[in-house]
C-alpha cells in the first residue's frame, strides 16, 4: 500500500497565517489579563473585561481557555517561565550547594527583571480559590521538592552540612522566598529582589557550610586518597 501523498504546498502557506492570528490573539488576551490582575486584581478581571481589554469577546477567551482559572493558570505559567524551570534544572556548580546558592540568585534576578509578573503572582497567589488554588499549591510542593532533592545532594557530595533537616530546610527556603516576594509586593520602591536573594544565598552560604574537617575529608574521599 503506497502512502498518501504530502498535502499541496499552497494549503500549507494558507494555514500559517491563522496561526499567526492565533498567537497573537493569545498573547494580547495574556498581556490584557495580566494589566487587569496587576491594576485590579483576579475577581475584577472577568472573562468579558480581558476579551474587551485585548480588543475581542468573551466568546474568543472562552473559546481560547476554556475557563477563568485556565486563563489564570497560562497567566502564571508565562510570568514564572524565566525561572520556574530552573529548580527542575538547576543551573551548573561544582557542588550541589553552589548549585543551591546560584539558584537562589538566579531567581531574584529574573523576577526583578519583570515587576508586572511578579505582582500577578502575587495577587493570584493570595486572591486564588479552588481549582487555581490546588494548582498554587502544587506548584509549591514541586518547588520545596526541588530544594529539598538538592540539599540532600549537597549532604551526599560533602558540601552541605549533615546535620541539616533536609525537608526542614527546603520548606524554609521557599517560606523565604514567598517572603522576599510578598514584602515588594507591598513596598516595591523599598524592595531590591536583587541585594535580598543575594543576601539570602550568602547567609545560606554560610548556614550550610560543613565543619572545615568535614570538609577536607570530602575532598580527600572524592580525590581516592
Known sequence: MSAPPPAPQPTARLIEPQQDRSHESTRRLLDAAAELVAERGYTAATL????????????LVSARFGSKENLMWALVQRASNAWFPKLLDPPPGRSARDQLLALVRTIGEQVARDPQ???VLERLIFEASGDLRQRFVASQRIMESSFR???TRGIDDGSIRADIEAEVEAALLVATLRGISYQWFLYPR???LVR????LADQLADRLRPPRRLRTTARARGSGR
Not at 468579558?48 to 466568546?59: D, L, M, N, P, V
Not at 535580598?196 to 543576601?199: A, D, I
Open 48 to 59: 468579558a473585561e480581558i476579551g474587551r481589554s485585548a480588543g475581542y469577546s468573551r466568546g
Open 117 to 119: 509578573a511578579l505582582q
Open 149 to 151: 532533592d538538592i540539599l
Open 190 to 192: 523599598e524592595v531590591d
Open 196 to 199: 535580598l536573594h543575594g543576601g
